[in-house]
């Protein structure tokens, strides 16, 4: 099956500064790469996804990029805020139904 | 529309014991999939359900079961429960294309504790 990793683990920026978490996947057929963001106590939320036909995805502050050939997708969250701070996941699916592979997330501190 | 609901939030229950959980999809959405978020192994896949047929399926014992009904709804079961399900589970609804994932959208959880 599909195996997903994640890193960093945990990660601390100073305010304003960029983060960048990074995973990899194994299967090849993977088409969809969703991102999650899972504040403490709260449910995950998708917060951008990307499919395999596009090699970058921006939404305001946060884009994703993906390269199908080394099979690895990141998360870039610009001029980061307190609110930036939680858990995030990534993800992975391979088109045969909505079967997602997540990495273990990072958790990402962001100092004022 | 209204989010995807859990019931119940909370659930205290004693080794051995059975446990039911409950999912009510977001209007429309037809698949609706079951995940456990332990903090040692993040969030892990169990199964999916589609127009009342399990569609995929993780790598759990068969202990854990579920089902969906004519109107999108899911309950998932846990039989003979042991100390390692004590977890907190999520379910998330999607619409469905074939051979195309969509967007998950996850239910406040069921935090299951087995004493």
């Known amino acids: 099956g599909e195996n997903v990793e994640q890193h960093p683990s945990t990660l601390s920026v100073q305010e304003g500064d960029s983060a960048v978490i990074k995973c990899t996947y194994s299967?090849?057929?993977?088409?969809?790469f969703p991102w999650y963001k899972q504040e403490l106590g709260k449910r995950p939320q998708l917060i951008i996804d990307?499919?395999?036909?596009?090699g970058e995805k921006k939404d305001q502050r946060i884009a994703v990029t993906l390269n199908k050939t080394a099979k690895h997708f990141s998360l870039h969250i610009t001029e980061t805020q307190p609110e930036d701070s939680a858990v995030y996941f990534c993800?992975?699916?391979?088109?045969?139904?909505?079967?997602?592979?997540f990495g273990t997330g990072t958790s990402l501190t962001v100092i004022p | 529309k209204a989010g995807v609901t859990q019931t119940p939030r909370y659930l205290i229950k004693t080794r051995g014991q059975q446990v039911t959980l409950s999912c009510s999809p977001i209007?429309?959405?037809?698949?609706v999939s079951w995940y456990q978020q332990t903090p040692g192994q993040g969030l892990q896949f169990l199964f999916e359900?589609?127009?009342?047929?399990?569609?995929n399926k993780g790598n759990f014992p068969g202990r854990f079961s579920g089902r969906q009904f004519s109107n999108s709804r899911s309950e998932m079961n846990v039989s003979t429960l042991e100390l390692g399900d004590s977890a907190l589970y999520l379910c998330?609804?999607?619409?469905f294309g074939a051979g195309t994932p969509y967007e998950q959208y996850f239910g406040p959880g069921t935090r299951l504790t087995v004493t």
């Open positions: 998330a609804s999607s619409q």
């Open positions: 299967d090849s057929a993977s088409n969809y």
């Open positions: 990307i499919r395999s036909n596009v």
């Open positions: 993800a992975a699916s391979r088109g045969t139904g909505n079967q997602f592979y």
């Open positions: 209007s429309g959405h037809r698949s």
């Open positions: 359900y589609f127009s009342e047929t399990q569609r």
